[in-house]
């Protein structure tokens, strides 16, 4: 079975600063896949960054990093430079080959400051 | 402009009464998926399929049922059998291949009268 644990229920940073949202995972699978979602308060998902399981670099998009630490099975995402727009619900998620599905964390609710 | 529509955007359910949700996309994508979230928690997968004509059970299909007659679309019924469906529904699609990223409407938000 895999889980995603997302222990931050709420986070607050300053604008223009840098802030890490935690997210650690549990699978089976050999070959897996990290994913972050972003949900404003409008309420769709909208898809931030992807780490492959067998990816050596951390995935860079932009503004967001993803802090892979495999051993640790650890997924952190990484907000540089934050924007009062970043303010919303931030999801992990690990999809797995052999179930095929894509489990979400409960989330973290990040609110930025002017 | 391509991506997925879903509708209505609210929808009120009585007491026995089943309700559909719809789901189009026009990104040309194999998999489409419904997920069920409720307040201040993550998505569960209700229903998913990779093909047309053929679709698999997710975490919390119970009280659900799904159809996938044409790529496009992917409707999902909420049946009298589901005793709390008061939630926000998700629907979403993809390329197949674990490492494409779905991609979302923007929600059905289900509530009983």
């Known amino acids: 079975a895999q889980k995603i644990t997302q222990t931050q229920p709420g986070m607050f940073v300053q604008e223009k600063e840098a802030v890490t949202l935690d997210c650690t995972y549990d699978?089976?699978?050999?070959?897996?896949?990290l994913f972050w979602y972003k949900q404003p308060s409008s309420g769709e998902m909208i898809f931030l960054i992807y780490?492959?399981?067998?990816?050596?670099q951390n995935a860079t998009e932009g503004r967001y990093s993803l802090n892979f630490q495999k051993a640790r099975k650890s997924a952190n995402l990484v907000i540089s430079a934050s924007q009062l727009g970043d303010s919303a619900m931030y999801f992990c998620a690990v999809y797995g080959g052999a179930t095929n599905k894509l489990i979400f964390g409960t989330g973290t609710l990040l609110a930025v400051q002017p | 402009d391509g991506g997925i529509t879903q509708s209505p955007k609210y929808l009120f359910r009585k007491e026995g009464q089943n309700v559909t949700l719809s789901c189009e996309q026009n990104?040309?994508?194999?998999?489409m998926y419904w997920y069920r979230q409720d307040p201040g928690q993550g998505l569960r997968l209700i229903y998913y399929s990779q093909i047309v004509n053929d679709f698999q059970k997710g975490d919390i299909a119970e009280g659900y049922s799904v159809s996938r007659e044409k790529k496009e679309s992917f409707p999902l019924t909420v049946t009298s059998a589901q005793k709390n469906p008061t939630a926000f529904y998700l629907c979403?699609?993809?390329?197949?291949?674990?490492?494409?990223?779905?991609?979302f409407g923007d929600g059905t938000r289900l509530s009983i009268l």
């Open positions: 990104l040309n994508h194999d998999a």
């Open positions: 780490q492959g399981s067998y990816d050596e």
């Open positions: 699978t089976s699978d050999q070959s897996y896949g």
């Open positions: 979403a699609s993809s390329l197949l291949g674990g490492n494409q990223p779905q991609h």
